[in-house]
Structure formats: structure tokens, C-alpha cells
């Protein structure tokens, strides 16, 4: 197929690298079983091809390689907020673990001291802590007027003390006997004054009076 | 992930995966593509710029070009590929602004040093006698120089070819050319190179 050598030596760098079609790889066999010259040409190449597959292959030195992480981490935090994140790892990883004992232990410090010095429960009734209050009947004296099914309001004032200091009759029929019968009643009970943000003070309370009868 | 991997190229199913989580951000899995590339990446980025100490920094600026990238790889090539022309690219560059400024400065006398200094893997077949280690290290030094002499788009395509073992479509990706100028520049450069080295060899 071929017939010069100058020809045949341009397929020398096919040849080396087995890209030769199979009618040229004949053709340079047959040539190179006769032309001596073009024998020690390939040979040259060949030797030339093992010699650079020989080369040493440079690696990087270590310490390049460590300083080409550090310097590509830089670049890829280059961002601040990135790099004040990584900084703040930095500096909070080392403590993470103290600082994790640290805190579960006083938990459990705490919790055994709590669970020794319990509050004593107290017998004394809490104080109502509402804004106000209004004065309240502990004890209701007996009624003695009949007056039938007509119920007597009473506007009763009672002071810090509980006491009662003065009433005033709302509805019903105000008669002596009647007002005789509400002295001894009212005056004769008993009342919680009312409270302002827990403290007794003078305050007011409507009372509404029926004497009920049961027939038994 | 890590040193034991370094050697082994993901496949393309594990590519995926670690695709996905370099577009996540995740900092393990550029630990891994850092362990996996570097070596390939920094032997073949010392080949095309001029100064062997340059390496490191054209490689550093290859890595953080490929992690604020990642999100604009869409898979028209495999990683591998898409690495590679990231660093010619790089290395290119360097190499331009590095031959503009030798222009005006004068030339180190360090300059051998710094690249016999590079860190340098052990060649596979190790010489048996102080003779032989000589030998091999002269043919070796005559190599690489002949190497670096060529013109930069033939040695480009020698070095991806017979050192870093790309096919040609690979190349040709790498380089956004066609395989036929793949093919002809390869030819090309093994011509220089033979022509350069032919003596030595024949010894």
C-alpha cells in the first residue's frame, strides 16, 4: 500500500499508539521486515514513547497540599458571614463538652437540692388576690319580720373591721316594727369586709331578705 | 474518601454522586477530588509552564477555579476532562504572563534548581547499579528538556498523551480541537522529540 518511507513514517505515530486500520498495519510490517532505516526510525520513536511513559511523575509536597486546602477553604469563605460562622465553630467546638458536663451537672445539683429543701405546706388560706373584693355575710342573724312573700333589699355599708356601720332599706315596706326587726339582724351579723388588692377596706353589699317558712 | 482512594479515578456512577455534593458545597468531597486530581493535575501543569516552582500556585488557582465552577459543569465531559482543561487553561495563562515578564527581567539562576527541587515520584523501574541511576537520570533530564523545548500545542498533546495516557477524543476535548489536529500535532511532536533525542537514543 505504501510506497515510500517517507511516506510509511507519517503512520509511525498511529502505529505506536495501535490506531493503525488493519491494511496499513500490513503494509508497515511489510515494509519494516526489508527497510532497515525506517526500522531504526520506529525503534527511536519507541524508545523515545518508553522514555517519557518512564518519566518520574511529580507529586505535590505535602505541605503544598495542606496549604492548598487551607488557601481554597479561605477562598470558599471568603464570604463573612461564612467566615465568622466557621471562626465561632472553631472556637466553641473545644469547649462543647466541659460546657455540656458543666450544665448537666448543675441540673442535677439543683435538682437534688430542690428535692430536699421542699417549701413546708401552709395551713393559713391564701389571700384572694383580685383587684377588689366585695364585703361578704359570714353569719346571717335569724330574721323575725313576716312580711309575707315581699323580699326587703338592704343597702348594708361595713367597714375594714367587718363591721356594719350604717343600711339603708332599697325596696320593701319601711315600717317600725320592720326596721326594729332589721337592726337586730343586721347588727347582729357577721361580715368579711371587702378587700382592695388583698388588703380589708370599706365597701357595701345588698342584701336581699325573705323569711321563708317551711310547713312540715 | 481520602489518601487510600488517591490513585482511583471515580467511576462514572460515583462521578454523579460526588458531582452533586461538590454543587452542594461539601468540603469532604473536595477533599476527595483534591486526592484524587492534584497529582495528575500538578504533573501536568509542571510540564507546560516554564517555571517548575509555578506549579503550585497554577495548581491552587485550578482547584479554586474548579470548586466556584462546579455549578456550571453540566456533564458534556467526564470531571476528569473538564479538570485537565481547566489546567491548560490555567497553565497557559501563567505561561504567557510568564514569558512577558522574562522579557523585562533577567533570569533566575535558580531556576534548574527549583524544578530538580519539585517533589518527584519514584520511576517504576529502579536502576540496579549507581552507573545505571546516573545513566537514567541524565536520559531523563535530556527528556524533559527536549520535552520543554517544543512548541506549547505540541507539547500539550505529547504530555496528555504519553504521560498522562488521554485518548485522543480525550484530548481533543480538553482542548476543544478536533482529533485530526490532535492526531497531526502528536505526529508533529514526536517528530521534534525524535529529532531532538534521536542521537541519545541511538547511543
Redesign the interface.
Known sequence: MFETCVEIR?H???Y??D?CERESLRSIRFHLDYCASCRE?LE??Q???A???????????PE??LS??V???H??HHNLLRQLWVRCENALQPLLIPASGGVLTAIIFFGLLMGWQVAPASNIPDVPLQIVTPPRVRELAPINFNDGDQAVVVLTQIDAAGRVVGYRVLSGPVTPELTRSLDRTIYFSLFDPATMFGRPTDGQVVLCLRRITVRG | MGVALEQALPAASHEATLIAELRAGSEEAFAYLLAVYQNPVFNLVAHIVEQGSDAADVLQEVFVKVFRSIRHFHGESTLKTWIYRIAIHEASNHRRSWLRRRLREALSLDEDAAVSEMALAKSPQQPETPYQALEQAERQELVRRALASLAQPYRTVVVLREIEGLAYEEIAQVLGVSEGTVKSRLLRGRELLKRKLGSCMRR
Do not use: G
Open positions: 507519517r509511525f505515530s498511529d505506536l499508539d490506531r526510525e527511536q520513536m524508545a523515545i514513547q522514555e517519557l511513559h518512564a518519566l518520574p511523575r511529580r507529586r505535590v509536597p503544598l497540599a492548598m486546602r488557601h481554597i477553604s477562598r470558599v
